[in-house]
């Protein structure tokens, strides 16, 4: 039976796409019928002067232009103005505080590959799988991949002051719109049409300190008898938010107290080491006096001890002395907690109407970032391939370990980090109508470039080893051993060095990622016959050709102990991938108040991929009761081809020496597991998957909208939506890998709760086994990251909108709109035996999103809330930490299952505006009106803290002030 329904499916699908070039052969014989019945109906409505229709109008998810404002498949609609008066400055803002969209798990800071792009989580479902239009048309690629990884597109680098609306459907429509449309489609409509020129100046910033704005944005527009053209240029800039700007998350020991060990609870949170030499034995070699205080806050000296314990008795009279060392009490001071940007945008649209329906248009976009952002400087510890074990003349021991630090003050600045990326996007094409206007066509043309250009501190650990270590200086026998020997030059290692000295092994490093879209379309749209409802058969039909390319060019010096970025990561590849699709809708009406649409699209890839032919359909009901009520539903089948990295990514390996175990943490009853430098290193070795299955699902929605005729002005919706992923694709990376590695063995998380990711035993336990190398001791050798094809993923819930608009006589016009999502289920396994594990709440479940707004005369009010449901806490299902901080196991007597969770975040914002007179307008906005800011869980431990995936951060209140000037 599956494969009959398959069969089907793809038959249907294919008929569908054959089928669009179909109607044009009948479209002679019925034009001149169809004609006089058409002016037959004018007539008689100019007679009885019945309402005039609405223009008819192309709304994301469907090509077919229509009258209504709602169809069969949910739309939200946000316009330009609504951007400002909520005070967003960015199209990701505005999109990130939509109820459909989850956080992405990769936030643009510590460790970012792709600084400064945004990405869309629509549904939870990942950046990859939602697609992003501008004007309807494709945008290239985000050249550096997520986390290394993952392609996505940008949405933090279109200029806000050029947009129209923003029209997103939250349903898969790849029967519509191909690859990617998954999770569902954004599209971002420009302006076209604008007459004048206008000015608008923005200055605010948040009231804690840090994240400083301005924008100055010239927006205008001309016309004639037969063309009209429209111009912008935005200049804007962002402060970085740093840690030091946070004081209360600059340090390791800010994490919440249940991280905080027996150790930690009796001696102080033991913060990570600046300056720091171990003997044999692996205590510290104790600093000259005073060596710590001459660099200033950078480091304060630390006694490192450890107590014994009995069961869960602290034994506080076995205390282990390990030494003095130079700490860093605020690691994280110079680390970025939100990226700095500085944009200036570019823009230009026009068309020329030739007569009789024919028009040529075109666009033009150029928009240029610089990103700034940065985590720890360089530092100099024994990277593989560097001494580890020698004997140092200068003291006379042996060394075990060794860490120095540098400061800002030796760099002779901060040694941030700079991607300096352009975009551009030309757009340019025909459009007219056939057969008496009964068919309009739209041949366009359009290619984009995105090149990103990341210049950062690099490490040149064999340079700093020489410069603190020396050369060798032959060799010598310790205790049987055969050692070599090294002379520490102590006046550099203990004594802040100069930026000139610094200068003569360090080393900066430059990254190149490039991508680019050509592609082609033709569009054809019309009505073809009068179904015996006496209304016509809508049709759209699509021709596209696209071809993608995309190059990974990290610094050519490669990754080694001379050379490396501060992440010691080495991302390599490049391909090509060519498209044809075909694609026709058909909107059928099947009674006076029941429409139906068909829809079906063939995707033809050209790749190294396993994609090769992409067949998708759809399915859509629209019932119309009486006027005020919608009733609808929907069915498609979505696919998504492998992202180009994920199939073309080159093998690398990488040395990693600073890092989580999580199943060393486990084995060691760690209420925590941050990462720390291991005294072993591992080799990563990843790689991309060109054998890799597209991924291939399905979704439906159903619901209605309703006007209630009862009360003027309101109106209510609510829609059920389910989206299902066969064979989906996910990159198994350095964190997850260890995660489910510890799981798979021990059947526990960090903290002693149950590990329900997998089934250990499972075909993909034994192979994240086999995929982490360990000695004999259990330390990391080896680990193997890469792309696999997961068996499913299934999430569902439920949309809903009220919306209220009343019109007063004294007190002006309001309007209100409340929207709701409550994820129900997130369900997914890797193997078609393991048992679908619903992980609704390790991920917003909730989401409330409400605006009101009054305009009254001169003046006008915007008040807008956003609630993000509460999550797991870390450590939820582990047992509670006693309070001496010990750390119990599941089954232990003294286990008490924590069930925390984190509050909800909530959000108010406000904005008041005031017209002066025809050409001057003055907005103020506060952001986050309460000044809410992240809270440190109980159990958070690592950078940030805060839980990112709800919507937290550490911005605070922020102000906003806008000048709007029409010059003309």
Same mark, same amino acid.
């Given at each position: 039976?599956?494969?009959?329904?398959?069969?089907?499916?793809?038959?249907?699908?294919?008929?569908?796409?054959?089928?669009? $070039?179909?109607? @044009? #052969?009948?479209?002679?014989?019925?034009?001149?019928? !169809? =004609?006089?019945?058409? %002016? /037959?109906?004018?007539?008689?409505?100019?007679?009885?002067?019945?309402?005039?229709?609405?223009?008819?109008?192309?709304?994301?998810?469907?090509?077919?232009?229509?009258?209504?404002?709602?169809?069969?498949?949910?739309?939200?609609?946000?316009?330009?103005?609504?951007?400002?008066?909520?005070?967003?400055?960015?199209?990701?803002?505005?999109?990130?505080?939509?109820?459909?969209?989850?956080?992405?798990?990769?936030?643009?800071?510590?460790?970012?590959?792709?600084?400064?792009?945004?990405?869309?989580? $629509?549904?939870? @479902? #990942?950046?990859?799988?939602?697609?992003?239009?501008? !004007? =309807?048309?494709?945008? %290239? /690629?985000?050249?550096?991949?997520?986390?290394?990884?993952?392609?996505?597109?940008?949405?933090?680098?279109?200029?806000?002051?050029?947009?129209?609306?923003?029209?997103?459907?939250?349903?898969?429509?790849?029967?519509?719109?191909?690859?990617?449309?998954?999770?569902?489609?954004?599209?971002?409509?420009?302006?076209?049409?604008?007459?004048?020129?206008?000015?608008?100046?923005?200055?605010?910033?948040?009231?804690?300190?840090?994240?400083?704005?301005?924008?100055?944005?010239?927006?205008?527009?001309?016309?004639?008898?037969?063309?009209?053209?429209?111009?912008?240029?935005?200049?804007?800039?962002?402060?970085?938010?740093?840690?030091?700007?946070?004081?209360?998350?600059?340090?390791?020991?800010?994490?919440?107290?249940?991280?905080?060990?027996?150790?930690?609870?009796?001696?102080?949170?033991?913060?990570?080491?600046?300056?720091?030499?171990?003997?044999?034995?692996?205590?510290?070699?104790?600093?000259?006096?005073?060596?710590?205080?001459?660099?200033?806050?950078?480091?304060?000296?630390?006694?490192?001890?450890?107590?014994?314990?009995?069961?869960?008795?602290?034994?506080?009279?076995?205390?282990?002395?390990?030494?003095?060392?130079?700490?860093?009490?605020?690691?994280?001071?110079?680390?970025?907690?939100?990226?700095?940007?500085?944009?200036?945008?570019?823009?230009?649209?026009?068309?020329?109407?030739?007569?009789?329906?024919?028009?040529?248009?075109?666009?033009?976009?150029?928009?240029?970032?610089?990103?700034?952002?940065?985590?720890?400087?360089?530092?100099?510890?024994?990277?593989?391939?560097?001494?580890?074990?020698?004997?140092?003349?200068?003291?006379?021991?042996?060394?075990?370990?060794?860490?120095?630090?540098?400061?800002?003050?030796?760099?002779?600045?901060?040694?941030?980090?700079?991607?300096?990326?352009?975009?551009?996007?030309?757009?340019?094409?025909?459009?007219?109508?056939?057969?008496?206007?009964?068919?309009?066509?739209?041949?366009?043309?359009?290619?984009?470039?995105?090149?990103?250009?990341?210049?950062?501190?690099?490490?040149?650990?064999?340079?700093?080893?020489?410069?603190?270590?020396?050369?060798?200086?032959?060799?010598?026998?310790?205790?049987?051993?055969?050692?070599?020997?090294?002379?520490?030059?102590?006046?550099?290692?203990?004594?802040?060095?100069?930026?000139?000295?610094?200068?003569?092994?360090?080393?900066?490093?430059?990254?190149?990622?490039?991508?680019?879209?050509?592609?082609?379309?033709?569009?054809?749209?019309?009505?073809?016959?009068?179904?015996?409802?006496?209304?016509?058969?809508?049709?759209?039909?699509?021709?596209?050709?696209?071809?993608?390319?995309?190059?990974?060019?990290?610094?050519?010096?490669?990754?080694?102990?001379?050379?490396?970025?501060?992440?010691?990561?080495?991302?390599?590849?490049?391909?090509?991938?060519?498209?044809?699709?075909?694609?026709?809708?058909?909107?059928?009406?099947?009674?006076?108040?029941?429409?139906?649409?068909?829809?079906?699209?063939?995707?033809?890839?050209?790749?190294?991929?396993?994609?090769?032919?992409?067949?998708?359909?759809?399915?859509?009901?629209?019932?119309?009761?009486?006027?005020?009520?919608?009733?609808?539903?929907?069915?498609?089948?979505?696919?998504?081809?492998?992202?180009?990295?994920?199939?073309?990514?080159?093998?690398?390996?990488?040395?990693?020496?600073?890092?989580?175990?999580?199943?060393?943490?486990?084995?060691?009853?760690?209420?925590?597991?941050?990462?720390?430098?291991?005294?072993?290193?591992?080799?990563?070795?990843?790689?991309?998957?060109?054998?890799?299955?597209?991924?291939?699902?399905?979704?439906?929605?159903?619901?209605?909208?309703?006007?209630?005729?009862?009360?003027?002005?309101?109106?209510?919706?609510?829609?059920?939506?389910?989206?299902?992923?066969?064979?989906?694709?996910?990159?198994?990376?350095?964190?997850?890998?260890?995660?489910?590695?510890?799981?798979?063995?021990?059947?526990?998380?960090?903290?002693?709760?149950?590990?329900?990711?997998?089934?250990?035993?499972?075909?993909?336990?034994?192979?994240?086994?086999?995929?982490?190398?360990?000695?004999?001791?259990?330390?990391?050798?080896?680990?193997?990251?890469?792309?696999?094809?997961?068996?499913?993923?299934?999430?569902?819930?439920?949309?809903?909108?009220?919306?209220?608009?009343?019109?007063?006589?004294?007190?002006?016009?309001?309007?209100?709109?409340?929207?709701?999502?409550?994820?129900?289920?997130?369900?997914?396994?890797?193997?078609?035996?393991?048992?679908?594990?619903?992980?609704?709440?390790?991920?917003?479940?909730?989401?409330?999103?409400?605006?009101?707004?009054?305009?009254?005369?001169?003046?006008?009010?915007?008040?807008?809330?956003?609630?993000?449901?509460?999550?797991?806490?870390?450590?939820?299902?582990?047992?509670?930490?006693?309070?001496?901080?010990?750390?119990?196991?599941?089954?232990?007597?003294?286990?008490?299952?924590?069930?925390?969770?984190?509050?909800?975040?909530?959000?108010?914002?406000?904005?008041?505006?005031?017209?002066?007179?025809?050409?001057?307008?003055?907005?103020?906005?506060?952001?986050?009106?309460?000044?809410?800011?992240?809270?440190?869980?109980?159990?958070?431990?690592?950078?940030?803290?805060?839980?990112?995936?709800?919507?937290?951060?550490?911005?605070?209140?922020?102000?906003?002030?806008?000048?709007?000037?029409?010059?003309?």
């Amino acid at each position: 039976m599956h494969h009959v329904t398959v069969f089907r499916r793809n038959a249907l699908a294919g008929a569908l796409a054959v089928a669009m $070039l179909l109607p @044009l #052969g009948a479209i002679a014989q019925t034009a001149g019928s !169809d =004609g006089q019945a058409q %002016a /037959d109906n004018a007539g008689v409505t100019a007679n009885n002067k019945k309402p005039v229709t609405l223009e008819k109008v192309v709304v994301t998810g469907s090509r077919i232009p229509r009258a209504q404002i709602e169809g069969p498949t949910p739309v939200t609609v946000i316009s330009g103005d609504q951007i400002k008066a909520q005070g967003f400055t960015t199209v990701y803002e505005v999109m990130d505080s939509l109820t459909q969209v989850g956080r992405p798990e990769t936030p643009p800071t510590w460790g970012s590959t792709s600084v400064n792009a945004r990405q869309l989580n $629509l549904r939870n @479902l #990942g950046p990859g799988r939602s697609l992003l239009l501008v !004007d =309807g048309h494709r945008v %290239a /690629d985000y050249p550096m991949a997520a986390g290394g990884r993952q392609n996505f597109q940008n949405y933090n680098n279109i200029p806000a002051g050029m947009i129209e609306r923003i029209e997103i459907v939250g349903a898969g429509a790849s029967s519509i719109y191909g690859s990617d449309a998954i999770a569902g489609v954004v599209n971002i409509i420009l302006k076209k049409e604008y007459q004048g020129d206008d000015v608008q100046f923005s200055l605010g910033g948040a009231t804690r300190g840090g994240r400083e704005y301005g924008d100055l944005n010239f927006l205008g527009g001309r016309a004639g008898d037969h063309w009209h053209v429209v111009y912008n240029l935005e200049r804007s800039h962002r402060n970085a938010l740093w840690g030091r700007d946070r004081p209360y998350t600059d340090s390791e020991a800010d994490a919440g107290y249940g991280a905080w060990d027996y150790n930690a609870r009796l001696f102080g949170w033991n913060t990570y080491p600046g300056l720091a030499l171990n003997n044999a034995d692996g205590n510290y070699i104790a600093p000259p006096p005073g060596a710590c205080g001459q660099f200033g806050n950078n480091f304060a000296l630390r006694h490192s001890q450890t107590v014994s314990t009995t069961g869960h008795t602290v034994n506080t009279a076995d205390v282990t002395d390990q030494g003095y060392y130079c700490t860093q009490p605020a690691l994280f001071s110079n680390w970025v907690l939100t990226p700095g940007s500085d944009n200036q945008d570019a823009f230009v649209a026009g068309d020329y109407d030739f007569g009789g329906g024919l028009q040529l248009y075109g666009s033009a976009g150029l928009w240029k970032t610089t990103g700034t952002s940065n985590t720890e400087l360089p530092f100099l510890y024994p990277m593989g391939g560097l001494p580890s074990g020698f004997y140092d003349q200068t003291s006379g021991q042996v060394i075990s370990n060794y860490f120095r630090q540098l400061t800002p003050q030796e760099l002779g600045g901060y040694g941030n980090t700079h991607d300096r990326e352009q975009n551009w996007d030309i757009h340019a094409g025909l459009r007219g109508t056939l057969f008496d206007d009964r068919f309009s066509w739209d041949f366009n043309l359009g290619t984009a470039r995105y090149i990103v250009h990341e210049y950062y501190t690099g490490l040149n650990e064999q340079g700093m080893f020489d410069f603190f270590f020396g050369p060798q200086l032959g060799n010598t026998t310790v205790n049987g051993s055969t050692l070599p020997v090294y002379a520490l030059n102590s006046q550099r290692f203990w004594n802040p060095i100069t930026p000139a000295q610094y200068q003569s092994f360090g080393v900066a490093g430059e990254n190149t990622a490039s991508s680019r879209l050509d592609q082609a379309s033709l569009n054809v749209t019309g009505d073809l016959f009068n179904t015996w409802t006496g209304q016509p058969v809508g049709f759209a039909g699509v021709l596209e050709a696209a071809h993608q390319n995309y190059r990974l060019s990290p610094d050519p010096r490669g990754n080694d102990t001379h050379f490396g970025d501060p992440f010691q990561d080495y991302n390599t590849g490049g391909g090509t991938r060519n498209r044809i699709s075909a694609g026709t809708e058909f909107r059928i009406p099947l009674a006076s108040m029941l429409t139906g649409t068909l829809s079906g699209r063939l995707d033809k890839y050209r790749d190294a991929s396993a994609t090769d032919i992409a067949r998708t359909w759809g399915a859509a009901l629209e019932f119309r009761p009486f006027d005020s009520l919608l009733l609808r539903a929907n069915y498609g089948t979505n696919f998504r081809a492998p992202d180009m990295n994920y199939v073309y990514k080159q093998d690398s390996v990488s040395t990693v020496g600073i890092y989580s175990d999580p199943f060393q943490c486990i084995t060691n009853n760690q209420a925590a597991c941050p990462a720390v430098q291991h005294s072993t290193y591992f080799a990563e070795h990843s790689g991309g998957g060109p054998n890799l299955l597209p991924e291939s699902g399905h979704g439906w929605t159903y619901g209605f909208v309703w006007d209630l005729p009862w009360v003027d002005g309101l109106a209510v919706q609510a829609d059920y939506w389910h989206t299902g992923i066969d064979n989906a694709i996910d990159y198994v990376d350095m964190g997850t890998l260890l995660t489910d590695e510890a799981g798979c063995r021990t059947g526990k998380v960090v903290g002693g709760g149950p590990y329900l990711a997998n089934p250990p035993g499972s075909a993909y336990c034994q192979q994240v086994i086999a995929d982490v190398k360990r000695d004999a001791s259990g330390n990391i050798s080896a680990i193997y990251v890469g792309p696999i094809n997961k068996t499913q993923l299934y999430v569902s819930g439920i949309d809903a909108k009220l919306t209220y608009a009343l019109r007063t006589e004294n007190w002006g016009a309001f309007n209100l709109e409340l929207q709701y999502t409550d994820n129900l289920s997130y369900k997914e396994r890797t193997n078609a035996s393991d048992p679908l594990v619903n992980t609704r709440y390790d991920r917003v479940a909730s989401k409330v999103r409400g605006v009101l707004a009054w305009h009254q005369g001169k003046w006008d009010a915007t008040l807008y809330g956003d609630r993000a449901g509460s999550i797991r806490a870390n450590n939820y299902g582990g047992c509670q930490i006693l309070a001496n901080g010990i750390q119990p196991q599941a089954g232990d007597p003294d286990c008490v299952v924590y069930n925390g969770r984190t509050k909800p975040w909530i959000v108010w914002s406000t904005s008041v505006g005031y017209r002066f007179n025809d050409k001057v307008k003055l907005r103020l906005g506060v952001t986050n009106i309460f000044d809410n800011v992240g809270e440190i869980p109980y159990y958070a431990g690592g950078f940030e803290f805060i839980p990112t995936l709800q919507g937290a951060n550490y911005n605070g209140r922020e102000v906003l002030a806008t000048i709007n000037y029409k010059l003309d």
